[in-house]
């Protein structure tokens, strides 16, 4: 490989990583910045080639780029997160992807003039949305839990259906039309896309869950398993029958997801990683393809298209497919706003825009602008209004800045009753029933039961929880809670405390858990110290630094006889002093400290 191959591979991976940070960044979407990025680099610069950088490999390539982002995705469909939506989400599968296909079909050909055949066709390929697109989008959007669970189911189901679609149109226009079989042909297509990619699917989700649940399989080699797994099973089904991959790969997802007594945690981190890469990748090495020429001479044709789509189309379907749910209106107004379309419908229209051209139809080459101008529209807008729109319709989840604590004791309940003074919701959670019971009498909120188990995993409501504090006296529970919500909330967002004074050396190597979360409050202090302040009187103070008392002059009147707990911003962020605080407060700043008059210093012994 030569130097401007490597170095072009390198740009694709490090520019998609830096479109990621930017957009954690400023809390949209990374496509906003991925497609421009791809689009100057390609047909502007004209520096990044991916047709000749990939070759013959580019589609392939693409092909199994999708197939793990849309497993990872399916991954996540517990049918017990749906119970009440799930004729919703079929009517949107079904009515309201037949809907979207005629409408859009018919929209195309009075706009752009095209043949019904290839109508049909740019019909069926903007009835996907998908993974690549909604799962970014719902990150940021954060939607009630009813629309988050109706966009990610289908999201993940219809990449399938509208593949499966626009092959059966592709195969029907090939062969000819009704009048030489074409529809018979079609039908035959169908039946064995279904067959081969339930059944390959089936037997793919039970064998991995069979050896996962028999422990068959050491778990340093889940991750590379399961990808090698989807992988084979994605090539075998789209060699037996083109696109019943995709299929394939989502009922197995979907199968895993579902099967009793299988831990898919280390999984499904590894999965989300790879799809972030992968999603990175595709979406600049497709915009790079673009060509910018064709793109403007459809520009107003396809705006016309993008607005019947946005305006028309998604609410008229999402309307029709919630009749008699119960799903309200501002519910239904939101998903109606959120559809964007993404990878598949841009690999797809490449591919088959090929193909029919060289069997005479001309304007089949217009179909590739014409479907990233509707990616770049819906995903651009909806990216930048979706939020604002559920806040204004107030369906969006409030920001996480509360606390998930662990034990409910003396020191816990005295934190939480400080903290919801100042407007931060507290959840905590232990399986001590009089505990509990006294802390919902002091007007806490309280979950009774294990932290870690499967009816927590139910019934804990974490809407607007977005740190954990581990401060229960048993040193494994806190270990435990900070490996099991590390995926929830980060690493960065996990505190504990100390339940034993700090040793040197190994021995306090040793004693260390692995993603045990950042120490609490300071490096000296451990439960039992906290818990012999509380007793012997000491309070939790709330200070507000001005521009005359600054930090500065808190830390002077310190003095051995009080303990920074938290720290507020002018935002109404929390922040979480540790050893060694990433924060450096200012003025307007809170500060919520431990104060105490005479009791005795702490050991560190």
């Known amino acids: 490989m030569d130097n401007h191959a490597t170095l072009s591979l390198s740009f694709i991976l490090f520019a998609g990583m830096a479109c990621q940070w930017i957009a954690w960044r400023v809390k949209l979407p990374a496509i906003i910045f991925l497609l421009p990025v791809g689009i100057l680099a390609g047909p502007v610069m004209m520096w990044l080639q991916p047709d000749e950088l990939f070759g013959e490999l580019l589609f392939p390539f693409v092909s199994l780029a999708v197939a793990v982002i849309l497993f990872e995705g399916s991954l996540k469909l517990k049918f017990q997160e749906i119970l009440g939506l799930e004729r919703v989400i079929r009517n949107m599968i079904t009515l309201g992807a037949l809907f979207t296909w005629m409408v859009i079909a018919v929209t195309t050909r009075v706009l752009l003039d095209f ?17 690549t697109v909604i799962m970014p989008l719902l990150r940021t959007v954060r939607p009630k839990e009813n629309i988050a669970n109706i966009l990610q189911w289908e999201g993940i189901l219809i990449d399938p259906i509208g593949a ?3 092959v059966l149109v592709f195969e029907f226009i090939v062969s000819g039309g009704v009048a030489d079989d074409g529809f018979a042909a079609g039908l035959i297509v169908f039946g064995k896309i279904l067959l081969i990619g339930i059944l390959f699917g089936a037997a ?22 399961a990808l090698s797994l989807v992988c084979t099973i994605f090539s075998i089904s789209n060699m037996l029958e083109t696109e019943s991959g995709l299929l394939s790969i989502t009922v197995m997802g979907i199968w895993l997801a579902n099967m009793k007594g299988i831990e898919l945690g280390d999984i499904l981190d590894f999965k989300e990683s790879l799809s972030i890469l992968l999603v990175s990748m595709l979406f600049i090495i497709l915009a790079a393809r673009l060509d910018l020429s064709a793109f403007m001479n459809v520009a107003w044709p396809a705006l016309g298209i993008f607005i019947a789509i946005q305006l028309l189309v998604r609410p008229l379907s999402v309307q029709l497919c919630a009749l008699g749910s119960k799903l309200t209106m501002r519910e239904r107004c939101l998903l109606s706003w959120i559809a964007p379309r993404g990878i598949i419908a841009a690999a797809i229209s490449a591919l088959f825009a090929i193909k029919l051209e060289s069997i005479g139809y001309p304007e089949a080459a217009q179909m590739v602008p014409l479907t990233f101008f509707v990616i770049i529209g819906t995903v651009l807008l909806q990216s930048v209004t979706a939020r604002p729109i559920a806040k204004i319709l107030k369906v969006a989840e409030p920001d996480p800045k509360g606390l998930l604590i662990i034990g409910v004791n003396t020191v816990t309940q005295t934190i939480a009753q400080e903290l919801m003074k100042n407007g931060f919701r507290t959840l905590l959670t232990d399986q001590n029933w009089s505990a509990v019971t006294e802390a919902k009498l002091k007007g806490l909120y309280a979950y009774w039961g294990n932290p870690v188990s499967e009816h927590a995993e139910r019934h804990l409501n974490l809407t607007g929880i977005g740190h954990l504090l581990a401060i229960s006296p048993h040193i494994e529970l806190n270990a435990l809670a900070a490996q099991y919500f590390r995926l929830e909330f980060g690493p960065g967002c996990i505190y504990t405390i100390r339940n034993h004074h ?44 001005t521009e005359e008392f600054t930090y ?22 929390i922040h979480v002093f540790t050893a060694q605080p990433d924060f450096h407060p200012k003025a307007h700043w809170k500060i919520l400290g431990l104060s105490w008059k005479s009791a005795p210093p702490i050991s560190n012994s």
């Open 552 to 573: 500065e002059d808190y830390l002077e009147q310190l003095d051995g006889q009080r303990l920074m707990l938290f720290a507020i911003d002018p935002n109404g962020n």
């Open 204 to 225: 793919g989700g039970y064998c991995f869950g069979v050896l996962l649940r028999k422990y068959w399989i050491p778990q340093y080699l889940y991750n590379i398993v």
């Open 115 to 131: 043949s019904w055949e290839v109508s049909f066709l740019f019909g069926a390929m903007m009835v996907v949305t998908g993974p």
């Open 164 to 166: 499966i679609l626009a």
């Open 502 to 545: 700090q040793e040197n050396g190994k021995t306090e190597e040793k004693s260390l858990f692995k993603h045990g979360g950042r120490f609490l409050f300071d490096q000296t202090i451990t439960y039992e110290d906290l818990d012999a302040r509380f007793k012997q009187g000491a309070v939790i103070k709330t200070t507000l630094l």
